[in-house]
């Protein structure tokens, strides 16, 4: 069965463009305005909203304000229609809970990729709930065979992910083993560590989200598609947040390329804002992207990394962490650290 999508839009003429971009890959409804919107969920749920921002009587910010209210809506993905590249529209957007933006006029071929990237993550979020609810249901009481299965579904996404990259083979298991090692020089107890240890190997679940053709690019990224790169945070947060038998599991995920300076993304978080597992994964992550072999360089020597690390001690790094790891570095005199 294919996926039902909503249209609203108040300009007819654009909204029969978009279903004659879309109607043969899905179920495409049309409504023209946000009171017609809401009549239409009271006999179907979508799987997708376009909604358009600018519209009499109700735009799309009341409209989608109003869906969100509904339980049955709460997580199904709204992107938002818009002529506006102001940020404040954007901004706006974003905290009435949008998904993305699409600027009109549309063009078919990046309207046709946004939906299909956001139904993909809309059906493996679902999927990836309904598993971990399943499987928590079947072993509540058997805590160690849920811990075993953690891992094995920890593992098979970590591959899934790995899979993407045919140059990074084995990131997410270094990454989440520096984090560990660096969480328990810190203090953290056993147990904590190998949250730890899980949420970085989750890390990069949001890749699943971006393009192939992006990740194995043998060569600088355009601007344009670092924008899209940088949309693997907040993808991977969406996946990682309705599994609530892990703390802190979405955390590391979403925020692991803030920088402590404020400097980085997705929110621009610094200092002691950013979270605790976010900055120790974060140190993990760049030791590993500089000590690794990647697409258009080989390993750094271990000296430049050591200089990067202690270099971004306080501007990209949290300070103590980055202290944690230039204490595991000097530990590591053969460097043999990189080869887990």
């Known amino acids: 069965m294919s996926n039902r999508i909503l249209v609203v839009d108040d300009d007819a003429t654009m909204a029969r463009a978009i279903h004659s971009f879309l109607k043969d890959d899905y179920e495409v409804y049309m409504v ?15 799987e997708l909203v376009l909604l358009d921002i600018k519209m009499p009587d109700m735009d799309g910010f009341e409209t989608m304000t109003e ?11 709204v ?21 993305d933006f699409i600027r009109k ?11 299909r990237h956001m139904l ?14 399943l499987q928590t249901a079947e072993i509540i009481e058997q805590q160690e065979k849920l811990r075993q299965m953690t891992y094995q579904i920890t593992e ?31 203090g953290y107890s056993t147990a904590d560590q190998e949250i730890v240890f899980i949420t970085g190997m989750l890390h990069d679940v949001g890749k699943i989200g971006v393009p192939n053709a992006i990740i194995n690019k043998p060569g600088k990224l355009t601007d344009e598609e670092y924008e899209v790169m940088k949309s693997h945070p907040a993808i991977g947060a969406q996946i990682l947040e309705k599994i609530t038998t892990i703390p802190h599991i979405a955390t590391g995920a979403h925020w692991h390329h803030e920088r402590y300076d404020g400097r980085g993304y997705p929110d621009g978080l610094s200092g002691k ?13 760049a030791y590993d992207a500089m000590s690794s072999k990647r697409s258009y360089r080989d390993p ?21 962490f980055a202290g944690i790891m230039l204490k595991m570095i000097d530990g590591d005199t053969e460097y043999k650290m990189r080869e887990f």
């Open 32 to 46: 023209t305005s946000g009171r017609n919107a809401l009549q239409f969920l009271e006999k179907k749920t979508p």
């Open 67 to 77: 869906m969100r209210k509904r339980p049955e809506m709460e997580d199904v993905p």
């Open 79 to 99: 992107i938002f229609l818009t002529g506006d590249e102001d940020s404040e529209t954007e901004e706006h957007g974003l905290a009435v809970g949008a998904s």
């Open 105 to 115: 006029p549309v063009v078919p071929n990046v309207l046709k990729l946004r939906v």
């Open 120 to 133: 993909e993550l809309y059906t493996l979020r679902n999927d990836l709930q309904h598993e971990v609810e």
């Open 156 to 186: 098979a996404l970590t591959g899934a992910i790995d899979a993407k990259d045919t140059y990074t083979s084995g990131h997410s298991f270094r990454v989440a083993t520096y984090a560990r090692e660096i969480a328990g020089r810190f």
């Open 273 to 285: 804002d950013i979270p605790e597992i976010a900055r120790i994964i974060g140190v993990a992550d």
């Open 300 to 320: 750094l020597p271990q000296t430049v990394v050591r200089s990067e690390i202690e270099k971004g001690s306080g501007t990209q790094f949290d300070p103590v």
